[in-house]
Structures are given as structure tokens and as C-alpha cells.
């Protein structure tokens, strides 16, 4: 994320020095709770987007010149199951095992991952119990839900919706919290139109170029969602996201910011 920033800032530095930025209308956004939702930024962020002719997000290019011009939509999902504490020894049969419950349901869950819609559901964090010597009577799960196609919301929805109506153990409590908050991100035309801009570009500077669609959700839902056409991965080119050996490619850096700058230069001279 830090080095999506950092072709940014270059970007400007270098249209700022060619005495070419004052020929361009640029709005840069920066965003700091992307990876929590973007609850706080996101109709800020899709009300610029519906100002704006093209969109440009610096989430991380893949590797080996790889762009993003599709995404999953996604969302949270919080299960709660309550039931009914007991001694798990002499009083058994006085209580409503709620992990037990929590359980079933999971199996249910599951069977939402449509692999031929690429959509998925999976159960990524379970809590549940205190003693091993009592019943527990709460127990949750949070579940991360991606979709490729939007009309794949109305159904995940609707099952977590109607899943407290279908508890396996009687007396059992579900209560279901979250949504689909991010739209996919598909792409139209006009977003192909605009790839072709860059690609062409980038073959000026011997940039092999392709695009792909991945799971993983971005401020570019949003903007794509708003109707701005919308390309993905204009950061530095790095993989491993989240993880330990997360990396950046150092020599992305300069190719990244000499791209950006001919395709702005490129969209100056056009409009």
C-alpha cells in the first residue's frame, strides 16, 4: 500500500517538473481503512469517483506487469448461536450445547461455495465455550463472503438471513449480524477502452502487459460500482499480501511512475 503512495507522489512530481500538471484536473484520494471495509470513506470515495472521468487505484501490481480491471465483491458475516449453560458432567441433558449448534450451521455454510460462480464462503474465525466442564451457551463464527456476479448477493444474503429460522437444536438462539458491503468489480467498455490507453503505453517502454480478475476486494469496487471506469494495480509490482514474506519489487518503482506519467500526459493531450 505504502508503495502505491509512493508512485503517486512521483507521479505528481514528475507532471509537476515537465511543467504538465496544470493542464490536468487530479484528485488524489488517500484512504486509510481500506482493509477494514472502507466504512468511513466509502460514499466520499464513490461521490469523487461520479466526478471523475477515469480511476486509478494504487493497490499493488502483480508480478510480472499484471493490472487488475476485475474484482470478487464481499462482505462479513457474523453467526452468533445461543444455548444454554450446564454442568457438562451432572447436568447434561439441562443444557443446549451452542457449539454444537454453531456447528451444523457451518455445515450449511459451506455448501454456499458455488465453484462454477466463483463464490465462496469461508468460515475464517470460531469462538465458542469457557470450561471444559460446562456447556457452553454462546458460541460464533465470522465468515468472509466473495462473490464475481452481483446477483449472487440476493442469495447469500437472503440464506443468512433465513438461517435463524432453521436452528438444529431446539431451543437453540441464531442471530446473524454483516452484509455484502463491496459490489464486484466488473468491467465495461469504457474500462477497456482505457486499459487499452495504458497497455499501449506500456509497450512504448517494453512493459509486458496483461490484465486478470482476482478475489480480493478494493476501493476499486467502489468506483467501478459508481460507474467510473476503473483500473486496478497501478502500485508497484509486489505479491504475498498479509503475509510474512510480503515483498515489493524495487525496480517496478521506476517503471510504475514513468507509465502513470505517459498515460496522465497521454489523457492530457487526448482531452
Known amino acids: 500500500m505504502k508503495g502505491g503512495l509512493l508512485v503517486v507522489l512521483h507521479v505528481l512530481e514528475t507532471l509537476k517538473h ?11 484520494a488517500f484512504n486509510g481503512d481500506e482493509e477494514t471495509g472502507s466504512n468511513a470513506s466509502k460514499e466520499w470515495i464513490m461521490s469523487t469517483a461520479k466526478k471523475s472521468r477515469r480511476t486509478f487505484v494504487f493497490e499493488p501490481c502483480r508480478p510480472g506487469y499484471r493490472f487488475v480491471l476485475q474484482r ?11 444455548g444454554q449453560e450446564a454442568h457438562a458432567g451432572a447436568d447434561p441433558e439441562k443444557g443446549i450445547n451452542a457449539v454444537v449448534e454453531l456447528a451444523h450451521q457451518i455445515v450449511e455454510i459451506n455448501k454456499l461455495n458455488q465453484n462454477n460462480m466463483e463464490t465462496s464462503a469461508q468460515v475464517t ?38 438461517l435463524s429460522e432453521h436452528p438444529y437444536l431446539k431451543g437453540s438462539e441464531i442471530t446473524i449480524q454483516g452484509g455484502i458491503n463491496r459490489p464486484p468489480m466488473e468491467p465495461g ?67 510504475m511512475v514513468l507509465l502513470v506519467a505517459q498515460v496522465c500526459r497521454a489523457i492530457g493531450e487526448k482531452d
Do not use: Q
Open 189 to 255: 467498455d469504457a474500462t477497456h477502452k482505457l486499459w487499452e490507453l495504458i497497455r499501449s503505453t506500456g509497450k512504448k517502454i517494453d512493459l509486458p502487459m496483461e490484465w486478470i480478475s482476482t478475489g480480493g476486494c478494493s476501493d476499486g469496487n467502489y468506483t467501478s460500482a459508481a460507474g467510473t471506469p476503473t483500473i486496478d494495480g497501478m502500485g508497484i509490482v509486489g505479491a504475498n499480501s498479509h503475509r510474512a514474506d510480503e515483498y515489493a519489487e524495487l525496480g517496478s518503482i521506476d517503471n
Open 125 to 162: 474465525v470460531i469462538t465458542g465455550g469457557d470450561k471444559v466442564n460446562i456447556i457452553p451457551n454462546r458460541a460464533e463464527a465470522r465468515i468472509d463472503v466473495r462473490i464475481l456476479k452481483l446477483e449472487e448477493k440476493e442469495r447469500i444474503e437472503t440464506f443468512f438471513k433465513t
Open 18 to 28: 515537465e511543467g504538465f500538471l496544470d493542464s490536468l484536473s487530479v484528485c488524489v
Open 72 to 82: 470478487k465483491g464481499g462482505g462479513w458475516f457474523h453467526v452468533i448461536a445461543k
